[in-house]
C-alpha cells in the first residue's frame, strides 16, 4: 500500500513538474518575431499571399529569385565544366522523356556540382529549376501518398507538361 501511494504520489509531482516546467512564472512564451525581421533561410514563407498581376511584378519576381538563388541582380555566365549527354535516368518510371543531361559544374574550392537537366519529347521552350534540397535520391514510391518530398512526383508532372 505504501509503495503504490509512493508510486502516484510521484506521479502526481511528475506531472507538476512538467506542466510547471512548460508554462513560464512571467507568462505565455514570447510569440515569434515578424516574418520582416527573420531570417528568410529559417522561415517557413506562406506563398498563398504572393500574388503577381503585372507585368512589373513580374520582373520583380524575377530580379528578387536572381538576388536570392544567385546573390546577384543578373544570372550567372559560368558554364557547367562538362555535359555528359543522354545519361540513364537518376529517376525511375518518367514519360515524356527524351533524355537525361548531366551537367558537372566545379565550385569554390573545387567542390563538384552535378545537376541534371531532364529534357522532355514534347518541350514547350520553358524552363523550371527543381532542387531537392539534401535529399538523397529523387526515386520515391510513385503513389501521392505523402510519405517523401514529392521529387519522383514533381519530375514526372513537369515532363508531362512539357518542361
Not at 513580374?58 to 559560368?78: N, S, V, Y
Not at 545519361?87 to 518518367?94: D, F, M, T, Y
Amino acid at each position: 500500500m505504501k509503495t503504490r501511494s509512493l508510486l502516484a504520489a510521484l506521479s502526481v509531482l511528475m506531472l507538476l513538474f512538467a506542466f510547471g516546467s512548460s508554462v513560464r512564472a512571467d507568462g505565455p512564451p514570447p510569440q515569434p518575431a515578424s516574418p520582416e525581421g527573420q531570417d528568410s533561410v529559417t522561415t517557413l514563407v506562406n506563398d498563398r499571399t504572393i500574388t503577381i498581376r503585372s507585368q512589373a511584378d513580374i520582373e520583380a519576381k524575377r530580379l528578387a529569385l536572381r538576388q536570392f538563388i544567385w546573390g546577384t541582380d543578373t544570372l550567372p555566365t559560368q558554364l557547367p565544366t562538362t555535359v555528359t549527354r543522354n545519361v540513364a535516368s537518376p529517376v525511375r518510371g518518367l514519360t515524356n522523356l527524351a533524355r537525361v543531361d548531366d551537367l558537372h559544374i566545379t565550385m569554390e574550392d573545387s567542390v563538384q556540382g552535378l545537376a541534371h537537366h531532364f529534357i522532355p519529347q514534347r518541350p514547350n521552350n520553358r524552363l523550371v529549376i527543381v532542387h531537392g534540397g539534401h535529399d538523397c535520391t529523387f526515386d520515391a514510391a510513385p503513389s501521392y501518398a505523402d510519405t517523401d518530398i514529392g521529387l519522383q512526383r514533381t519530375i514526372s508532372q513537369l515532363l508531362i507538361d512539357g518542361y
